[in-house]
C-alpha cells in the first residue's frame, strides 16, 4: 500500500500563486507516476499534471504555462506550482501515484481545498 499526504491548498486571490506538496510513504517502489488531480462542484474530475518517475511531464491544457509539476525522488514528494491563478481553478486537488504508465491511478489522497477568489 501507498500513503499520499497532501498540503498547501489555500484561499488565494486571481494572479496569485499556490504551491501544493505531496508525500509519499509506504511502498513508494510500485510508484513509476505521480499527478495532480482536481475536482470542482458540478465538473468532472480532471488530471491536471503528471510526472514519471524518469522527469517525464504532461499538463491539462487548461494550466499549460500556469502550473509546474516537479518531483523529488529522494524525498518522496511531488509538488504543484500553481501560479496565475483563476476563479476556475478552484477545486479540491487530489495527490495520486499508479505503478504503471497505463491504466488508471489506484492510489489516492484525501485532497486539499484551492480556491481562488477576491
Known amino acids: 500500500q501507498v500513503q499520499l499526504v497532501e498540503s498547501g491548498g489555500g484561499l488565494v486571490q486571481p494572479g496569485g500563486s499556490l504551491r501544493l506538496s505531496c508525500a509519499a510513504s509506504?511502498?513508494?517502489?510500485?510508484?513509476?507516476?505521480m499527478g495532480w488531480y482536481r475536482q470542482a462542484p458540478g465538473k468532472q474530475r480532471e488530471l491536471v499534471a503528471s510526472?514519471?518517475?524518469?522527469?517525464?511531464?504532461n499538463y491539462a491544457d487548461s494550466v499549460k504555462g500556469r502550473f509546474t509539476i516537479s518531483g523529488d525522488n529522494a524525498k518522496n514528494t511531488v509538488m504543484l506550482q500553481m501560479n496565475s491563478l483563476k476563479p476556475e481553478d478552484t477545486a479540491v486537488y487530489y495527490c495520486?501515484?499508479?505503478?504503471?504508465?497505463?491504466?488508471?491511478?489506484?492510489?489516492w489522497g484525501q485532497g486539499t481545498q484551492v480556491t481562488v477568489s477576491s
Open positions: 495520486v501515484a499508479k505503478g504503471l504508465v497505463t491504466g488508471p491511478f489506484t492510489y
Open positions: 510526472i514519471t518517475h524518469g522527469g517525464r511531464t
Open positions: 509506504g511502498n513508494i517502489f510500485n510508484i513509476y507516476v
